[in-house]
């Protein structure tokens, strides 16, 4: 069983900050908790859609990862007291960090977003090459929840629930909600349930 989560990191998304990620705490019952939020360079982790090319992606991304693992250890808690909140690239990289194989935390909620992949492959997403979801890393029990809009200008609906059929297959408890209509912020669902993963 999953340990009380006593700690939480904010992963804020292109253009926002971490102070803007602490507007969830309240609406996510989580003002109790030990918090982190990291600052991306520029306020944002990548400077392309998540969906680039691996050859675009891997330096920005390998420095978010580490930023990810910081601020879980800048806690001082084990990780599976932690959870990893995440929106649009916060998102993204927190999927990625879990599906990479960092230490298992206690959940790791992705509003608005979907895995980066591992490898470049055939076929076309949004005017990018489609990636590979390879991953081997052992999620047995972790709880993930991703969400995206049916019509989301950044954040592929096909992508966000393979993402998580993906960790699922990984052994993760993983929950998908799909908004529906167009739209690319947190919405009352989803919060619902994170509220429920952090409780």
Known sequence: MSEAIRGLVLLHGRGGSGRDMRGLLAPLGAEGLAVAT???????????????????????????????????????????????LGFSQGACLALEDTAGGGARLGAVIALSGGLVGTADAAG?????????????????????????????????????ARSADVLGALGAEARFIAHPGPGHQPMPDGIAVARELLS
């Open 38 to 84: 990291p600052e991306a360079p520029g306020n944002s982790w990548w400077p392309t859609s998540f969906l680039a090319p691996m050859a675009q992606m891997a330096a920005p991304l390998a420095a978010g990862l580490a930023a990810v693992d910081d601020a879980v250890e800048s806690l001082g808690l084990p990780r599976g007291e932690v959870a990893v």
């Open 124 to 160: 076309e997403v949004q005017g990018h090459g489609e990636k590979a979801l390879d991953y081997d890393t052992d999620l047995s029990g972790l709880r993930v929840l991703v969400t995206c809009h049916e019509n989301d200008p950044h954040i592929p609906l096909l992508r966000a």
